[in-house]
């Protein structure tokens, strides 16, 4: 993985423990192999043109902030036909390291108002930042074009399968109605 940018980072990793508090640009651009282990973690077919560049810096007395643009062109199955898709990805990265976070004590909480914050860790790893916010972004449901879903039926060996109309009674009323009329518009003559 490549570091670059007017000022560099010292590799991936931002000491913000450190006395001086100064804002520190980076821009990381992971090379061929880097993708491809992207990759393979996040579970995607190929990962191209990876670029996550921002800056960290003070927030406040004891608090950080990242702000950063990630841009990154991912591969992945179609839901459908499993074949590749190819997205775009481009999105604002935002997060806020709070020396006074506190973490949900209970089994099950809420999810925050504000889904940037997060606890203050002493280092800070960008390139994990960059994987987890390419993580956030991926497609749930990539569909290649013109792939159709199609209706799936299903039933006990023996019965005959439900299928939507099946389930909407009232949808043939509306036909029994106008043959009715039409009935009874032919008996009045």
């Given at each position: 993985?490549?570091?670059?940018?007017?000022?560099?980072?010292?590799?991936?990793?931002?000491?913000?423990?450190?006395?001086?508090?100064?804002?520190?640009?980076?821009?990381?651009?992971?090379?061929?192999?880097?993708?491809?282990?992207?990759a393979a973690?996040?579970?995607?077919?190929?990962?191209?043109?990876?670029r996550f560049?921002?800056?960290?810096?003070?927030?406040?007395?004891?608090?950080?902030?990242?702000?950063?643009?990630?841009?990154?062109?991912?591969?992945?199955?179609?839901?459908?036909?499993?074949?590749?898709?190819?997205?775009?990805?481009?999105?604002?990265?935002?997060?806020?390291?709070?020396?006074?976070?506190?973490?949900?004590?209970?089994?099950?909480?809420?999810?925050?108002?504000?889904?940037?914050?997060?606890?203050?860790?002493?280092?800070?790893?960008?390139?994990?930042?960059?994987?987890?916010?390419?993580?956030?972004?991926?497609?749930?449901?990539?569909?290649?074009?013109?792939?159709?879903?199609?209706?799936?039926?299903?039933?006990?060996?023996?019965?005959?399968?439900?299928?939507?109309?099946?389930?909407?009674p009232l949808?043939?009323?509306?036909?029994?109605?106008?043959?009715?009329?039409?009935?009874?518009?032919?008996?009045?003559?």
């Open positions: 993985m490549t570091t670059q940018g007017p000022e560099q980072t010292a590799g991936r990793i931002v000491d913000l423990g450190r006395r001086t508090r100064a804002a520190t640009p980076f821009r990381l651009e992971p090379d061929a192999g880097t993708c491809r282990e992207m973690t996040l579970g995607i077919e190929g990962l191209r043109k990876v560049e921002g800056e960290v810096r003070p927030d406040g007395p004891t608090d950080w902030r990242l702000e950063a643009r990630l841009g990154a062109t991912v591969v992945q199955p179609c839901v459908v036909t499993l074949a590749p898709v190819t997205t775009r990805i481009d999105r604002d990265v935002i997060r806020r390291y709070l020396a006074d976070f506190v973490e949900p004590e209970a089994d099950e909480a809420e999810m925050p108002e504000d889904d940037t914050a997060e606890p203050l860790p002493a280092r800070l790893d960008l390139g994990q930042v960059m994987i987890e916010a390419l993580a956030l972004a991926l497609p749930d449901y990539p569909r290649a074009d013109g792939a159709e879903l199609g209706e799936a039926v299903y039933a006990a060996p023996g019965v005959a399968p439900m299928r939507d109309e099946d389930a909407k949808a043939g009323l509306a036909a029994l109605r106008d043959r009715l009329r039409s009935e009874d518009d032919d008996g009045d003559t």
